[in-house]
């Protein structure tokens, strides 16, 4: 079994891409709601982000502050805190359904996260996937999916790594900016090349 990580920035196509790869049967983790799904069920994780941001982190009813969260990481400047607790949880839980997949037969594991490259999930890549897109292609793209502004998408994206300079730490970089049918088509592609290269591991 191969495992694959795929980055992009916001706008880029990566998770449209994995979309296929699941149709044509990866296993495929998406990392911001395995995070996110981990804030909320893990009793540890839960405990330590409330220590550590305060009672505010989670609404009344127990689910995420997420504008509270987001105010605290990106506007005060503690997202290294935020992630020095929840990434060692994430690699262990994408560990365990790395394994779990191995045990179920799957030739592909996939999982996506924009910040891959500045990851410790990176170390577990067989290969790196990099979908890439003009920025203001991506902009178009969010203001329409998201009905966001486009300083707001701006803001978003100025948050995100520079993915132009991190595209060398790629094994392969897709480009985005025809349609959505060619970017379908591209991720085929690939995936047949990838399941392949995994057939003859065994």
Not at 78 to 94: G, K, M
Not at 124 to 131: E, F, L, Q, S
Not at 166 to 179: E, F, K, M, Q, Y
């Amino acid at each position: 079994m191969l495992h694959i990580g795929v980055t992009g920035g916001i706008g880029s196509g990566k998770s449209l891409f994995l979309k296929e790869w699941e149709k044509m049967g990866a296993r495929v983790v998406y990392s911001d709601d395995l995070a996110q799904k981990l804030m909320l069920e893990n009793a540890d994780l839960k405990s330590e982000i409330i220590r550590i941001f305060g009672e505010q982190a989670y609404n009344e009813d127990g689910s995420l502050n997420r504008e509270f969260l987001a105010a605290e990481a990106f506007g005060k400047g503690r997202i290294s805190e935020l992630n020095t607790l929840v990434h060692p949880v994430v690699v262990n839980e994408l560990t365990m359904l790395k394994e779990q997949a191995e045990r179920e037969g799957f030739g592909l594991f996939a999982h996506e996260s924009a910040l891959l490259l500045d990851s410790p999930t990176a170390e577990m890549c067989d290969v790196i996937i990099m979908v890439a897109s003009e920025p203001e292609e991506r902009i178009r793209r969010v203001v329409k999916r998201d009905k966001s502004s486009e300083e707001a998408v701006r803001h978003r994206m100025d948050k995100q790594p520079d993915f132009d300079a991190l595209s060398d730490r790629a094994n392969l970089v897709i480009h985005n900016d025809g349609d959505e049918k060619q970017l379908k088509r591209k991720a085929e592609e690939v995936y047949k090349e990838l399941e392949a290269v995994a057939a003859g591991q065994t």
